[in-house]
């Protein structure tokens, strides 16, 4: 067939309708409850064949509704409501002066794949999804944020299940015109094409721009005809499994992203890597600094981890991205002659060793060695991630560890269920969403009575058991079941027993399966007459974790045993539709991983807000979120060496709690009645998930804590041509020169004791500087609980002061301890930098008492 050029043909909006194609182009609409009813009012029945994707939609609707629909003054005064409001928070924006960030201010927020709507198909699950909202939140609370990731033709796959229950992948390539996006054109007028060197032959890239309320979101796309079939297909799927398809993925978001902003004429003050995906973008960040601000490398060092922010996500090693020097190398070249150093020295900077020259290049390392703002995404995570990269800094204890937490938070308005949506307008105002977590809210959602709670709880999961029906129907339709099977799962579920919804990515560590380790038992819970319980499974695993696929295949087969069927259910092909329905339908919200490996688990959160109550292991968000009045706990938080030990002691743990506490509580109540604890714990979920647990509390948190602080250490850096930045890159290697000349006599104290409670006594010690003086240099006095023979817990520092100088470098320092609390207690002392934080913490820059 001859070379075809394709053309898209949209319908004729009516001009009182022309706001319409506005707002389909922005996603503003998706967490927009009024905008997404605009939509629906339509046609509810091509909006849901549409998949919720308003450019399909639109395309769907015959020239006569619209037509209709351009003089219908009812449908025209929702659409003029929804028009102001999308004025007031899109188009109409603050006085950047006005804001901390200024005029100039911008943050670059970088990650692998963002979860907006299901309609933009370019992630994979909760990372995704959290940097969606991460968007949501930015814009909402007018922050100058700009976010860059990559678009997938083929996305992340479609899952079904074959006749034995073995998950199976499709590809299917998104149509690129049903997305709101479009190029971005150089100033010639021309697409945009960045280029980046390469082995071979050079990669080079489009983008696509999508606007996110009042955020744009720049998604770099190699297929084009400038590029080798081989580089066409770098973005063809999320998480490519071949190596060097992911190495070359991660080079165009980092180095690709940073190239495409500075061709932009953007140039941000503040960078935030979501995971180690993106660590790349340091490289060319250092070598930009360096080109267009007229400084050496070692000022650039300097500057650009002290404005930038990493996430950390994985709380286990092997799962952060790991590349040969070999692999890596022949991308490096250009930075060698750029910084002016061996590629192998630029290689160690993720290398955990110096001395291991074939030592993988860890992305998360070298994204935490160049991030002066490092967290977890709980508290417990942040913990986790202490110990896990202590080895970095190997003469710390793990709580001095510069990583800190900040628990995610959910998008409340993604997620939250029609129902409430209405109970929220009608006693928390008609525009909550924007201050979700306001003290008065939570009094307010006091005020919602009882019933009316419940009620709309009802609705929502008679909506979730009929489009669960809808989907067994398709997805055994699919695999040509039996007329008897297809009338089956026509009414499988039913619409007044217990509903318990497990969904989420079917990795081993997250045990899918542990409800199922004892068959009688759950046999006896699912199927009391009186009480029973049913349960809706949905998930995928990674199309290279075959364990994750055979306890898919597992569940498969128990829910297709007799005394199961139609109680236990599986749906194949889970999204943020899915999802929704599940989080707003289900009565409880399970959650068994593994205890410490569940980074945070925000599914939990959108349950919660929706009076969805959480049973689960404290694990991740949850040991923040739990208390008796919000839902249950699985054990105690009890951590285990032996896992088949800890499923078997889990397993009981969960059937316990099942039969003895959450059924009893929810058929609690009268004939026809409601179960009154049951919702008293919905309202105290409720009110819980939308004060602690929302993303505007979260990306607030990250402005305050992370990107004011950063934005503005940019500009005093910036003063007087970087004169801060190169005192700096002076100071280091000053530090790096004399600093393992430092040496520390061991301390003597006024008493030793034994003391009491109020006393205070003297410690002095000897310290030698060498060429360093007490200026440059702070010596502190470590103490703490006695962990032990010699370990310290929860140590504390306190400053010691220069009480004499005895000359040639060596000084008498002191200070005074007071006993403020009983027990066995120690002390040693160390010596730091005298400097900012970054100084302050690099590991090499550490020296206790010999």
Not at 369 to 380: D, I, K, T, Y
Request: glycine fraction near 6%.
């Amino acid at each position: 067939m001859k070379k075809i050029t394709s053309y898209q043909v949209y319908p004729q909006i009516p001009e009182s309708l022309a706001f319409l194609e506005t707002l389909s182009r922005n996603l503003w609409w998706c967490w927009t409850p009024d905008a997404i009813e605009l939509f629906r009012r339509i046609d509810p029945h091509l909006w849901s064949k549409a998949k919720h994707n308003p450019l399909a939609f639109l395309t769907y609707i015959e020239q006569d509704r619209l037509n209709a629909l351009a003089e219908d003054r009812s449908f025209l005064s929702n659409l003029n409501k929804v028009k102001s409001e999308f004025q007031e928070r899109v188009i109409t924006c603050k006085d950047p002066q006005k804001t901390p960030f200024g005029k100039e201010g911008c943050i670059a927020y970088f990650s692998m794949e963002f979860g907006i709507h299901e309609s933009l198909p370019i992630f994979a699950g909760g990372l995704g999804v959290l940097a969606g909202d991460h968007l949501k939140a930015a814009s909402v609370n007018d922050i100058p944020l700009i976010g860059l990731g990559l678009m997938y033709r083929y996305g992340y796959f479609r899952q079904y299940l074959n006749q034995d229950g073995w998950q199976q992948e499709d590809y299917p390539q998104t149509n690129l015109f049903h997305l709101p996006m479009e190029k971005v054109k150089g100033n010639d007028g021309q697409d945009l094409i960045i280029s980046i060197p390469a082995p071979n032959h050079p990669i080079r890239f489009q983008t696509w721009k999508l606007q996110v309320g009042r955020v744009s979101l720049l998604l770099m796309d190699t297929y084009i005809s400038e590029n080798t079939n081989e580089i066409k297909e770098i973005t063809n799927r999320l998480y490519a499994a071949e190596h060097n398809t992911r190495l070359t993925q991660e080079i165009v978001l980092g180095i690709g992203g940073m190239k495409l902003l500075e061709a932009m004429g953007i140039n941000p003050s503040v960078v935030h890597l979501n995971e180690g995906h993106c660590a790349f973008v340091n490289l060319e960040r250092i070598s930009q600094v360096m080109q267009k601000e007229h400084v050496d490398l070692k000022t650039a060092m300097e500057i650009v981890p002290r404005t930038t922010v990493f996430t950390t996500h994985t709380p286990v090693p092997a799962g952060h991205d790991k590349f040969s020097p070999e692999l890596l190398a022949p991308y490096f070249n250009v930075y060698s002659e750029l910084f002016g150093l061996p590629v192998e020295q630029i290689i160690r900077w993720g290398q955990e060793k110096d001395e291991q020259q074939h030592e993988p290049f860890c992305m998360s390392l070298f994204a935490l060695r160049m991030a002066q703002f490092c967290n977890g995404v709980s508290e417990l995570h942040g913990k986790v991630a202490r110990h896990m990269w202590t080895h970095i800094w190997p003469s710390r204890a793990d709580e001095e560890v510069p990583i800190g937490h900040v628990t995610n938070g959910i998008h409340v308005s993604s997620v939250l269920s029609p129902e409430l949506v209405m109970l929220f307008e009608r006693h928390l105002g008609p525009q909550w969403y924007l201050a979700s977590q306001l003290k008065e809210n939570m009094a307010r959602v006091d005020d919602i009575f009882e019933e009316d709670l419940w009620r709309a709880h009802e609705l929502s999961r008679s909506r979730l058991i009929r489009s669960v029906r809808e989907h067994m129907s398709y997805q055994y339709g699919r695999r040509n079941a039996s007329r008897r099977v297809m009338r089956a799962v026509e009414s499988v579920l039913d619409q007044d027993a217990l509903t318990i919804g497990f969904s989420r990515r079917y990795a081993t560590y997250k045990r899918g399966n542990l409800i199922f380790r004892d068959l009688e038992r759950l046999n006896a819970i699912v199927n009391n007459k009186d009480h029973p319980v049913q349960f809706v499974f949905a998930g995928k695993a990674h199309p290279k974790d075959h364990e994750g696929k055979e306890v898919i295949r597992q569940l498969i087969h128990y829910a297709e045993q007799e005394r199961f069927r139609h109680k236990i259910v599986f749906l194949e092909d889970y999204d943020m539709h899915t999802a929704r329905l599940m989080v707003q339908g289900c009565d409880i919200w399970l959650n068994n991983p593994r205890r410490p490996m569940e980074a945070c688990g925000t599914s939990g959160m959108k349950a919660a807000v929706n009076g969805v109550l959480n049973l689960s292991i404290l694990d991740g968000w949850w040991c923040e979120g739990f208390t008796d009045d919000r839902g249950w706990r699985i054990g105690n938080g009890e951590e285990y060496h032996d896992p088949d030990y800890q499923d078997a002691v889990e397993s009981q743990a969960l059937y316990n709690v099942l039969e003895n506490d959450v059924v009893p509580c929810y058929y609690d109540r009268k004939p026809g009645g409601i179960p009154n604890q049951w919702v008293y714990k919905m309202r105290e979920s409720i009110k819980m998930a939308m004060a602690d647990f929302c993303n505007l509390r979260m990306v607030r948190e990250y402005t305050e804590r992370f990107y004011v602080p950063a934005h503005q250490r940019m500009q005093t850096l910036r003063e007087n041509q970087w004169a801060e930045a190169k005192q700096l890159a002076v100071q280091h290697q000053r530090y790096l020169q004399h600093w393992q000349h430092i040496h520390i006599e061991p301390p003597t104290c006024s008493s030793r004791g034994p003391f009491k409670v109020n006393d205070t006594f003297n410690v002095t010690t000897v310290v030698h500087l060498g060429q360093l003086t007490p200026d440059e240099v702070e010596v502190q006095l470590y103490y703490g609980l006695l962990h032990g023979a010699d370990d310290l817990c929860e140590g504390h520092e306190t400053p010691m002061i220069v009480a004499e100088d005895r000359g040639d470098g060596a000084y008498i320092y002191r200070c005074d301890i007071i006993c403020d609390g009983s027990g066995q207690y120690g002390f040693t002392v160390r010596a730091v930098p005298q400097y900012d934080e970054w100084l302050r913490f690099q590991p090499h820059l550490l020296t206790w008492v010999n």
